[in-house]
């Protein structure tokens, strides 16, 4: 979360403050390149949003023209690569305080270059009252889009693109926030949007929704009868003073009216019987802080209650909490999951979404953005230039008490191909990718958290090394440092910060860092040379598996499989051994695993597809879309296959027959989420009638994937790099695992 | 224990989180002989009750719901309705324990929370045993029983006839002849909702805090008012569109897009955030505010318990509706109109000399013990 300049928090009320001033590398990026900008102007809160094109390098394979001579010579690389811009789409999203707007108009207005942009989309009961600000500092003709309409549309869109976007809370445990994994199919929901009134929407596919009914007794209710009983004039008052308050001063309550006897009766005496019913019968004073808390309890549970009865009533038993009186307020999310609990008897779960503030304004650029079809792409979000989750409870942070004077920020990066589940799940809606929950296991995230924050070194002195022309890399290579560090930091206090807390999403995280300082591929230059060393012993290696009787055979291309999972600089324990022998290779990887041979994809998955091939098995070859660590890419994976296709029979007649099928996973993690994989994959899996899945290596097959339940046979192949994980999962460090699964039937 | 075989006086006690609501029969059929045995205290009872309508500072006696020439097992009488806050029950006990009530051998049948509550105390300090009942069947019988004997030869039920419409409002009687499945709706401190199936089948559907309680409680903090009487004569001078934001303050009209109308209240309390606005009304708007906030939000639940329980008569019943025409008349109107026309708001009051009075449903679940 970015701090402004300076300081505006003492200002109040409605006067817009000018003396403020940005700093443009940390909010309104790219505005240079931005174009379809949209609005959502709240009762304090303006979310802005726009959609700009970002310029990245991406590290480009391309093989050597080998035309005239074919013969190798032993320095030089299988491949080429060059460094390359390549242009991409970003969603921006950025939140501030009402009292901000005119200056970060102005702002827009001195950084806008397109001039093509003509409109802009507004929604939010603010709309209309900056409409005119608007169009005279943007010169932009403002388009109003009707609020529930965008707030449905952004709903749905941060339902399909961000993971973990929706989460129940709950009190008193540690995090408050439970992230729940995207169901495949998001309709039908109920939308309780609680601003000064309520609306309760139900929502039954992308175009169709429903005003099914509302309450007005709402967050207006809140803070307007708030501000009359206590002569606190501001909604963020009144909620700290309501978390102060004992509402049973001022309420009624079973064991008032029953005296002790309710607990003979079954009653439960803290129940609320009448709201505000002591200050109807004696003349005292009451507290503020309690009547705060009463009133906070009253509209908590109407809210909850009318929910419960519409969802019943419509036999619905997602619903989605937003508005203002949530906005990531602890207080007000826990009355009304509370209430929700209550009233339903948990039938119905109370579920908050992470970026619910944004949903206006993401549904009004939508809006504006239709002929873009953003819908028919994958978005992703992007840690690196997302605040992410703040919580606001004063007693868990008390940094971000001083709420205003802050912009939140939200990027979300549209992904070049759609994302969809793996046709071969067993159960879609209850596959969880990751085998280890960090927002969980507090001993687990403190010991991750350490090992990322020690691995910094490493990845900084990699990622100058790997640009060794560059003249501004290692200044890059320090911002990355600093942006990395302080996200772990921001996720030792929050690690519900981006959703659940895992290896993989610490992993991306890093990743997404590293391309915004441009490091789009550190380990480019190693896995070259480490595929050229490979390549050369390819043939060594098939002919050597070839002399083995079948068994035999077998388990040494199991071996080699695993072998080549040892390479792996993303393990702290084999990168520590790596950068002090470079000699350290492939003898010493065999030592470990006693015999062995192999370097990763080359040695191990190509012998191992060869093997399969030969004995009738078509197989389909599935890489990152995107660099990570030094996995191999779905790029040089074609090169690669090329390069053994000439030198291997088998290999060659398989890639011309479409016996082996290299396609991209969608993936540019060390992980996989085999809920988000590229459609192509998904369409190609369908066709074929894929009955057995391999998945190999630490990242996939045991950081994500480990418990996951697949409808055909499958194969989970890995060797535990770290000790700490060995030890958990009750090995010892270079353990194998080796995970065979045949679906129950 | 049955009234039929118990000693005169006969009472009834339904004891609430705000009122206790005492009936009282006073036999009219006393015979000379019965006069002679009648002990002095118990004559002295019957006369204090019966020729006062004031009882210390807040007992009061309402006259005009006094039900008369009844035959309450085998003995003609009138019925008398007494009212005071609960928190002058121990006053109450101590005056049983002066006027020596143990020693007439009578029977205390007491409903509500407070029958639990206070047991302890009319034992050691009135030594009197209460019998107990059970409140929501004594709601259920009480309708049921009053509907019968209807009020004074007249009607017991009705219904608003253009709710919405100051002149052409008027209430009409309804004859309640087939009353199952209904919907109760007891508002009290808090609102308890009953689906009733039959005389003896029926079930708590759900309640909510926000009751008569609420919006007495409220108005005590808002307009330093004392009693329910004032606040509510508040809130008929008042204009709640100056405290709540409508519809039409935000969308300048109708909200087409959710066919919602401009008059609706988008937001209760809503124009209360603004300073100027909250310098700009009255205690009787704020009284009036609170008012439709509660009606409206005790109307929208009942809509949806009897949507979701398949019930299309709904009866509004309890204290929160006595003398309180404005509440009646919204609910009459805001669940025909968010209905469509499909539910009906019955009542269960009468109108004595002009005023639409108190409901005595609640009083009568005081004496259920009759239908023992």
Known sequence: ?745 | MKLKDAFFPWFGLDIGGTLVKLVYFEPKDITAEEEEEEVESLKSIRKYLTSNVAYGSTGIRDVHLELKDLTLCGRKGNLHFIRFPTHDMPAFIQMGRDKNFSSLHTVFCATGGGAYKFEQDFLTIGDLQLCKLDELDCLIKGILYIDSVGFNGRSQCYYFENPADCEKCQKLPFDLKNPYPLLLVNIGSGVSILAVYSKDNYKRVTGTSLGGGTFFGLCCLLTGCTTFEEALEMASRGDSTKVDKLVRDIYGGDYERFGLPGWAVASSFGNMMSKEKREAVSKEDLARATLITITNNIGSIARMCALNENINQVVFVGNFLRINTIAMRLLAYALDYWSKGQLKALFSEHEVSGVISCDMLTFIKGMLFTLC
């Open chain 1, 1 to 745: 979360m970015a701090e402004c300049g300076a300081s505006g928090s003492g200002s109040s009320g409605d006067s817009l403050d000018k003396s403020i001033t940005l700093p443009p590398d940390e909010i309104f990026r790219n505005l240079e390149n931005a174009k379809r900008f949209a609005i959502d102007i709240g009762g304090s809160l303006t979310k802005l949003a726009y959609y700009s094109t970002v310029q990245h390098k991406v590290a480009k394979v391309r093989s050597f023209d080998h035309s005239g001579k074919d013969t190798e010579q032993d320095h030089e690389p299988p491949y080429e690569i060059s460094v390359q811009e390549e242009v991409t789409a970003r969603l921006h999203f950025v939140k501030f305080e009402n009292t901000y707007i005119e200056a970060c108009l102005d702002f827009i207005k001195d950084h806008l270059v397109n001039t093509e942009t003509k409109v802009i989309q507004a929604t939010g009961g603010g709309a209309y009252k900056f409409k005119d600000l608007i169009e005279e500092k943007l010169q932009l003709k403002v388009d109003k889009e009707d609020v529930m309409t965008c707030l449905i549309k952004g709903c749905n869109f941060v339902l399909k693109n961000i993971p973990h976007e929706a989460f129940v809370y709950q009190k008193d445990s540690d995090p408050e926030f439970r992230f729940q994994t995207n169901h495949p199919n998001i309709f039908p929901y109920l939308l309780v949007n609680i601003g000064s009134g309520v609306s309760i929407v139900k929502v039954e596919t992308e175009d169709r929704f429903e005003w099914i009914g509302g309450s007005s007794i709402g967050g207006g209710t809140f803070w307007g009868l708030g501000a009359l009983l206590t002569k606190t004039k501001k909604f963020d008052e009144l909620l700290q003073l309501a978390s102060r308050g004992q509402h049973t001063n001022v309420d009624m309550l079973v064991q008032d009216i029953y005296g002790g006897a309710h607990e003979t009766l079954g009653l439960s005496g803290n129940l609320i019987a009448s709201s505000f019913g002591k200050s109807a019968t004696a003349d005292q004073e009451f507290s503020k802080e309690d009547m705060a808390k009463s009133l906070l309890h009253m509209i908590s549970n109407d809210i909850g209650q009318l929910a419960c009865l519409y969802a019943r009533l419509h036999c619905l038993d997602r619903v989605y909490f937003g508005g203002f009186f949530i906005r990531g307020h602890p207080v007000t999310m826990r009355t009304i999951t509370y209430s929700i609990n209550f009233f339903s008897k948990g039938e119905v779960q109370a579920l908050f979404l992470r970026h619910e503030g944004y949903l206006g304004a993401i549904g009004a650029f939508l809006k504006g953005a239709e002929q873009d079809n953003p819908n028919q792409y994958s978005w992703g979000e992007n840690y690196a230039g997302s605040s992410g989750l703040m919580s606001s409870s004063p007693e868990l942070c008390p940094t971000q008490r001083a709420r205003s004077g802050t912009f939140d920020l939200l990027e979300m990066d549209r992904l070049e191909r759609p994302l969809v589940n793996l046709p071969l799940l067993l159960d879609p809606s209850s596959y969880v990718p990751d085998t280890v929950d960090l927002t969980d296991d507090a001993l687990a995230r403190k010991y991750w958290l350490t090992c990322f924050e020690e691995a910094l070194d490493g990845v900084v002195k990699r990622a100058v090394a790997s640009q060794p022309g560059s003249v501004d890399a290692a200044e890059r290579a320090e911002k990355f440092r600093q942006k990395y560090w302080n996200k772990l930091q921001t996720l030792r206090h929050q690690p519900f910060a981006y959703g659940t807390l895992t290896v993989r999403s610490l992993l991306d995280t890093r990743e997404h860092c590293l391309n915004e300082f441009n490091f789009p591929d550190p380990y480019s230059k190693v896995k070259q040379k480490d595929n050229g060393v490979a390549l050369k012993c390819f043939q060594r290696v098939v002919s050597a598996l070839d002399a083995l009787d079948w068994e035999e055979r077998q388990l040494a291309l199991v071996k080699g499989l695993l072998a080549g999972n040892v390479f792996d600089w993303g393990a702290k324990a084999v990168s520590d051994v790596l950068e002090s022998d470079p000699q350290f290779g492939f003898e010493e990887a065999k030592k470990k695993l006693q015999d062995n041979s192999g370097v990763d994809v080359i040695l191990g998955v190509f012998p191992f597809v060869r093997e399969l091939l030969s004995r009738g098995t078509e197989v389909i070859l599935a890489c990152n879309s995107g660099p990570a660590l030094n996995d191999v890419t779905y790029s040089e994976s074609l090169i690669v296959a090329e390069r053994i296709a000439a030198m291997d029979p088998v290999i060659h007649s398989a890639l011309r027959e479409e016996r082996l099928l290299l396609v991209q996973t969608g993936s540019s993690s060390p992980c996989l989420d085999l809920s988000r994989l590229d459609k192509g994959l998904a369409v190609l899996v369908r066709e074929r009638g894929a009955d057995l899945v391999v998945i190999e290596g630490m990242g996939r097959a045991v950081h994500t994937n480990y418990h996951a339940a697949l409808c055909c046979e499958s194969l989970k192949l890995a060797v535990i790099k770290n000790s700490w994980l060995a030890e958990r999962l009750g090995g010892q460090l270079f353990s194998v695992i080796f995970k065979y699964e045949v679906p129950a039937e």
